[in-house]
């Protein structure tokens, strides 16, 4: 899209987390992301967590209390395993296939996932897998929206929504720590008790694994896998959805100025410990007008087939 076509355009009214925080980290790259801009193809970490997806979501499509000497029970397992290596089999292509990201490292963590979790206490409601949302917001303009991983109902605890998390990284302390102050975990929290009720509702269950494997000489000892279970006050609730309106009325100004200045945190740019470089740093470094400027020109970056809309995600609608 045109600089000219994008200014033609309404203001966005509907926003999710990655918008957000795309305009957090730096509002000329929130313009090129409005303007269509993105990763061209599929880098192979999208591609293996898109896999690992892929097998919970088959593994927890349908109800299952067999236990783990039960013949149904593996039946299940490996075909759970066999749908995610056949996706990572057809998105592969011609990506590079590095270190963790391999298809043996999709069995790896099963193996040890099934170890680890062989029997959940949780049923899986109608509705989960990867569903779109939208849902407005009150006294304003605007909607949040996003996709889920799917809604539990946990015995002792209620409804959750489970937000299923891969990482290249281990997972540490501050790794695990992380989603008690993540803006995505609040709100599919605060999104569960709009459609369910706050009564009914715990908050959020985050399942995380990681891709690394301890080397054969290694003493690493953290686990591949992790669990937490997130809640929110209504305050934290309330405080979560006016810095969201807040977010997007700041980014609206910088819509009617029409002016989107970079960054000045420069690890945004370059990547820092744990950051990865922006994909749109070459095209920030061109001596020109940047709203006239074709990213696309540059290595990685291509143009979306379609909208940035989330919430209009093929399946269960909730």
């Known amino acids: 899209m045109l600089d000219a076509e994008l200014k033609e355009t309404q203001f966005p009214l509907t926003w999710d987390n990655s918008m957000r925080t795309t305009g957090r980290q730096c509002y000329r790259k929130l313009y090129w992301f409005l303007r269509g801009y993105d990763f061209i193809g599929k880098p192979i970490y999208f591609t293996w967590g898109s896999a690992w997806h892929e097998i919970l979501r088959y593994w927890y499509s349908e109800e299952h209390s067999w236990e783990v000497d039960d013949e149904d029970y593996w039946t299940h397992a490996k075909l759970a395993l066999a749908k995610g290596q056949e996706f990572y089999d057809n998105e592969i292509a011609d990506q590079d296939i590095s270190g963790d990201n391999s298809r043996e490292n999709l069995e790896s963590i099963w193996t040890n996932y099934l170890q680890e979790h062989p029997n959940e206490r ?31 109902k946990w015995p002792s605890y209620g409804f959750l929504v489970r937000e299923d998390k891969t990482t290249g ?14 803006g995505q975990v609040s709100g599919y929290d605060w999104y569960l008790k709009q459609i369910l009720g706050p009564d009914d ?13 301890p080397g054969p000489r290694s003493s690493w000892s953290t686990p591949r896998t ?27 100004q910088a819509w ?34 940047y709203r006239q400027l074709d990213p696309s020109q540059f290595q990685g970056i291509g143009v979306r087939s379609e909208s940035w809309e989330p919430w209009r995600r093929k399946g269960d609608q909730l």
């Open 256 to 289: 009617l100025a029409w002016r989107w200045p970079r960054t000045p945190d420069v690890t945004n740019c370059s990547g820092g410990v744990g950051k990865a470089p922006c994909l749109f740093r070459p095209a920030c470094l061109v001596d020109g007008d």
């Open 169 to 182: 990284s281990y997972l540490t302390d501050g790794y695990v720590g992380q989603w008690s102050f993540s």
């Open 201 to 213: 509702v715990f908050g959020v269950l985050v399942n995380m694994i990681t891709k690394k494997k």
């Open 122 to 152: 949780w049923s899986q409601i109608e509705g989960g897998g990867e569903a779109g949302w939208e849902y407005p917001i009150i006294n304003s303009d605007y909607s949040m929206g996003g996709s889920l991983d799917g809604i539990i």
């Open 226 to 252: 992790a669990r937490v279970l997130e809640k929110r006050s209504k305050l934290e609730s309330q405080n979560f959805i006016d810095d969201f309106l807040y977010d997007i009325e700041d980014f609206k």
